[in-house]
T-cell receptor, first 111, second 114 residues
Framework: NAGVTQTPKFQVLKTGQSMTLQCAQD?????MSWYRQDPGMGLRLIHY???????DQGEVPNGYNVSRSTTEDFPLRLLSAAPSQTSVYFC??????????FGDGTRLSIL | SQKIEQNSEALNIQEGKTATLTCNYT??????LQWYRQDPGRGPVFLLL???NEKEKRKERLKVTFDTTLKQSLFHITASQPADSATYLC?????????????WGLGTSLAVNP
C-alpha cells in the first residue's frame, strides 16, 4: 500500500516555464488537496477536490490549476512559474472526517 | 483573522523526560484539533485528534489536552526517546458555516538528546 505518491521529488524551473506536479493515492480517498509549505508560514491550502470532477480553490490558488479526472490522481499545474512559487508542495488525501495522509513533497525552485 | 501559535523556540530535552508542546489559537472555536509529526524532508504524519468536548486523549506515550476556555492544546510525550526528535504541527479545524478548514501552526521543533 503506497499511500500518497508525489513526483518529482525535486525540480528546478526557470521563470515563465510550466510544469505539472503529480499526485496519486491508492486508498480510494474521495478528498484530495494541495498545500505549499514555506519558512515562517504554516501549511497553506492551494486547491482541493471532494471527488472526481469536482475541484475548488483554497487559500492561495493564484498561479495554479488543478483537475480531478479520476479518484486516484490530482495533478497541480503551474502555467507560468514565478520565483514566488519556490516552495515545498505537499499533496494530501483523506476519507470523510478522517485525518489527512500526506505525500513526501515536491521541492520546487524557480530561478 | 484566525491565528495559531506554537512554541516558537526549539525544545531540547533529555531522553526519558516528558516533552510538552503548546498550541494556542485565537479568534475562533475549533470543532476539533489535530497533531501531526513532520520529519525533515517528509510530509506530516497524523498522530492524534481531540474534539472540543474531550478534555484529554492518549495514545501510547502521547497525550493531548484541549482547554477551550484557555483556547489551548498541550501535547505531551512521556519517556521521550531520540527517535521522537521531529517537528510537531498543531492544526485546529475551523468550522464556521461554509468555511471549514484546518488552520496549521508553524510547528515546534523537538530535539531529544541521548
Amino acid at each position: 500500500n503506497a499511500g500518497v505518491t508525489q513526483t518529482p521529488k525535486f525540480q528546478v524551473l526557470k521563470t515563465g516555464q510550466s510544469m505539472t506536479l503529480q499526485c496519486a493515492q491508492d486508498m480510494n480517498h474521495e478528498y484530495m488537496s494541495w498545500y505549499r509549505q514555506d519558512p515562517g508560514m504554516g501549511l497553506r491550502l492551494i486547491h482541493y477536490s471532494v471527488g472526481a470532477g469536482i475541484t475548488d480553490q483554497g487559500e492561495v490558488p493564484n498561479g495554479y490549476n488543478v483537475s480531478r479526472s479520476t479518484t486516484e490522481d490530482f495533478p497541480l499545474r503551474l502555467l507560468s512559474a514565478a520565483p514566488s512559487q519556490t516552495s515545498v508542495y505537499f499533496c494530501a488525501s483523506k476519507r470523510g472526517n478522517q485525518p489527512q495522509h500526506f505525500g513526501d513533497g515536491t521541492r520546487l525552485s524557480i530561478l | 483573522s484566525q491565528k495559531i501559535e506554537q512554541n516558537s523556540e526549539a525544545l531540547n530535552i533529555q531522553e526519558g523526560k516528558t516533552a510538552t508542546l503548546t498550541c494556542n489559537y485565537t479568534n475562533y472555536s475549533p470543532a476539533y484539533l489535530q497533531w501531526y509529526r513532520q520529519d525533515p524532508g517528509r510530509g506530516p504524519v497524523f498522530l492524534l485528534l481531540i474534539r472540543e468536548n474531550e478534555k484529554e486523549k492518549r495514545k501510547e506515550r502521547l497525550k493531548v489536552t484541549f482547554d477551550t476556555t484557555l483556547k489551548q492544546s498541550l501535547f505531551h510525550i512521556t519517556a521521550s526517546q531520540p527517535a521522537d526528535s521531529a517537528t510537531y504541527l498543531c492544526a485546529p479545524r475551523l468550522n464556521a458555516g461554509n468555511n471549514r478548514k484546518l488552520i496549521w501552526g508553524l510547528g515546534t521543533s523537538l530535539a531529544v538528546n541521548p
